[in-house]
């Protein structure tokens, strides 16, 4: 797998994605080796499964969290967050409410800067 993808890529569950959604089929070549041309189609075939349609893809960060913000609250539709560390991930879906004020980008970034790692105690559930 580090062949056809890096070591960078499969190292995270982060670097992965990020991979997968810089992936363009344009990058499927007939100049290509036929593994290159698999690989890439491979992750063109994941990145239309599992990204959600049509939305607008913005780069997520708060401390050691990284990841992606899929959609944009302006539109009125569902944003999704998702944000990994080294050894964990968390997604988050945000709702326009039915009756309420807009749901704003300052809204999202004040959730996703607010996440601190929890205390080893807490965690474990002590």
């Not at 401390?63 to 964990?88: C, M, R």
């Amino acid at each position: 797998m580090d062949a056809l993808y890096g070591a960078e890529a499969l190292s995270s569950d982060y670097g992965f994605t990020k991979l997968m959604l810089e992936t363009t089929p344009s990058q499927v070549r007939l100049s290509s080796s036929k593994q290159q041309c698999v690989s890439k189609a491979m992750l063109l075939l994941y990145k239309g499964i599992s990204t959600p349609t049509a939305s607008k893809l913005f780069l997520a960060h708060s401390g050691e969290l990284k990841g992606f913000q899929y959609g944009d609250p302006t539109h009125g539709k569902i944003v999704i967050v998702d944000l990994w560390a080294p050894d964990h991930g968390i997604e988050f879906l945000f709702f326009p409410a039915k009756d309420g004020p807009p749901l704003a980008q300052a809204d999202i970034n004040e959730v996703v800067q607010s996440l601190r790692p929890a205390d080893d105690a807490i965690a474990a559930g002590e």
